[in-house]
């Protein structure tokens, strides 16, 4: 149980256009679910927290207009990066958070986004 | 607040020897520890988690970690390296407060040696 998939798995987009990422819990009910960025070689930085029913909290430096978060659903959170840019090419990774669980989280297997 | 200090961005070991990845924590509440590990082009698979329970716990793959308060540590040790241990580690903290987000330390790279 507690499998979070997301789809795409890679994506390639050109500079200007918009992306959208989904990220499903798969057997369970997710409250919470979180985006987070991974440059190469780097950890993961969290970009915002999403609840569902709710506007998405996003951490210092991240453009909420940017990266346009919907958790419409108890299973499912989108990610779109608007008018994406080079800069943005990095990869995406959602995590989500069980409704009966306070501090586990279960991790998508991550979005490549390549903007050229 | 909380933070994660992994000591080492890369560590090299040969086959079957022992494999220690060190992880320092700052919390201000009880803090809930985490250990994943990261193979290229995927997402993070948990390896263990410390939720208060018992100090010393046991994950997938032969890894264990020990939780010791008055060091701030949570220690990843695995007896013998494999091969296929050569990935990219993370050590992550929480708090039980809902809605928290995790924290997660700069990574270790470990590389294992034939």
């Known amino acids: 149980g507690a499998v979070v998939s997301q789809h795409p798995s890679w994506v390639i987009c050109k500079s200007g256009t918009s992306v959208k990422i989904e990220c499903r819990s798969l057997?369970?009910?997710?409250?919470?679910m979180f985006w987070y960025r991974q440059f190469p070689k780097q950890s993961l930085m969290l970009m915002a927290t999403?609840?569902?029913?709710?506007?998405?909290?996003?951490e210092q430096g991240v453009e909420k207009d940017k990266f346009l978060i919907n958790h419409a659903s108890l299973t499912l959170s989108t990610l779109t990066v608007t008018s994406a840019h080079p800069e943005d090419s990095s990869f995406y990774i959602c995590?989500?958070?069980?409704?009966?669980?306070?501090?586990?989280?279960?991790f998508g297997p991550g979005t490549r986004l390549t903007v050229t | 607040a909380q933070s994660v200090t992994q000591l080492g961005s890369h560590v090299s070991v040969s086959e079957g020897a022992l494999v220690l990845l060190r992880c320092n924590y700052s919390?201000?509440?009880?803090?809930?520890l985490f250990w994943y590990v990261q193979y290229p082009n995927q997402g993070l698979q948990l390896l263990l988690k410390?939720?208060?329970?018992?100090?010393l716990v046991k994950g997938i793959n032969g890894f264990e970690a020990e939780f010791k308060k008055s060091e701030t540590s949570f220690h990843l040790t695995k007896p013998s390296a494999h091969m296929s241990d050569a990935a990219e580690y993370f050590c992550?903290?929480?708090?039980?407060?809902?809605?928290?987000?995790?924290?997660f330390g700069k990574g270790t790279t470990l590389s294992v040696s034939s």
């Open positions: 995590s989500a958070r069980r409704k009966d669980s306070s501090y586990e989280q279960y």
């Open positions: 057997d369970f009910q997710a409250t919470t």
């Open positions: 999403s609840n569902e029913g709710s506007k998405a909290t996003y």
């Open positions: 919390s201000s509440v009880p803090p809930y």
């Open positions: 410390y939720t208060s329970a018992a100090t």
């Open positions: 992550a903290v929480s708090s039980n407060q809902a809605g928290t987000a995790l924290i």
